[in-house]
């Protein structure tokens, strides 16, 4: 089992640029997550699908923030246009929607902007 | 307002000696936590969980108790190993509380450093 794949692995950008993350979930997953980290406020999830579907994006700090689920083994998150506030490492997680089931999740994206 | 909270930053313990790390919750929906590892460049891997009908979860090296009334976990590791040393995240899920809450919550992590 491959895991969580997400790509790129580091992201260096200047303000004003889009930038897209990509994460590919474990295969027969069908929660998948987006969280952030960073210094001052941790790990923060910012949206989450099940079945592809977007079921809570309350944590999606602002409209720059934009994420998708085309199908079940694909999901970007996308930032237009990037602020220097936006640095953090972003994880993607997955797991099985049954109660009581960790998720698993990705290398994750350092992303700069500058 | 933060709900999950690991109010220590950092932790340093000697090769051999119990690592305890400790968590504390205010949201009462919760009923299930999780402990997170994370090496550096890594994500975090789940380590051991527990849910709000037990106080106590053991997996090997590593135990959590949970304290409902005072709405506390923690994390024993005994012995510590060297590559103990990481990050540890302690997470929260509402499981029950309604349609689809499989989210987790998390607290900031608390740096363990194992001296050998």
């Known amino acids: 089992d491959a895991g969580v794949i997400q790509s790129p692995r580091h992201e260096v950008t200047e303000m004003g640029q889009e930038v897209t993350l990509r994460c590919k979930p474990i295969?027969?997953?069908?929660?998948l997550f987006w969280y952030r980290q960073t210094m001052m406020r941790g790990l923060e999830l910012l949206i989450y699908?099940?079945?592809?579907?977007?079921?809570?994006d309350s944590g999606m700090p602002e409209d720059r923030f934009s994420a998708k689920m085309p199908n079940a083994s694909f999901s970007t998150l996308k930032i237009q246009p990037s602020e220097p506030r936006d640095s953090a490492v972003y994880f993607c997680?997955?797991?099985?929607?049954?109660?009581?089931?960790?998720?698993?999740f990705g290398p994750g994206t350092r992303l700069t902007v500058l | 307002d933060q709900q999950v909270k690991q109010n220590s930053p950092s932790l340093s313990v000697q090769e051999g000696r119990i690592s305890i790390l400790n968590c504390d919750y205010t949201?009462?929906?919760?009923?299930?936590f999780l402990w997170y590892k994370k090496y550096p460049a890594e994500g975090p891997t789940f380590l051991i969980s527990?849910?709000?009908?037990?106080d106590k979860n053991e997996d090997g090296r590593f135990t959590v108790f949970l304290n409902k009334s005072a709405k506390h976990l923690s994390l024993h590791i005994v012995p510590s190993q060297p590559g103990d040393s990481a990050v540890y995240f302690c997470?929260?899920?509402?499981?029950?509380?309604?349609?689809?809450?499989?989210?987790?919550?998390f607290g900031k992590g608390t740096k363990l450093s194992v001296i050998p």
């Open positions: 997470a929260a899920s509402a499981t029950y509380s309604g349609a689809g809450s499989y989210q987790l919550t």
């Open positions: 295969s027969g997953h069908d929660y």
């Open positions: 997680a997955s797991s099985l929607g049954v109660s009581y089931n960790e998720q698993f």
């Open positions: 527990i849910s709000s009908i037990k």
């Open positions: 699908f099940n079945n592809n579907v977007p079921i809570d």
């Open positions: 949201n009462s929906m919760f009923d299930y």
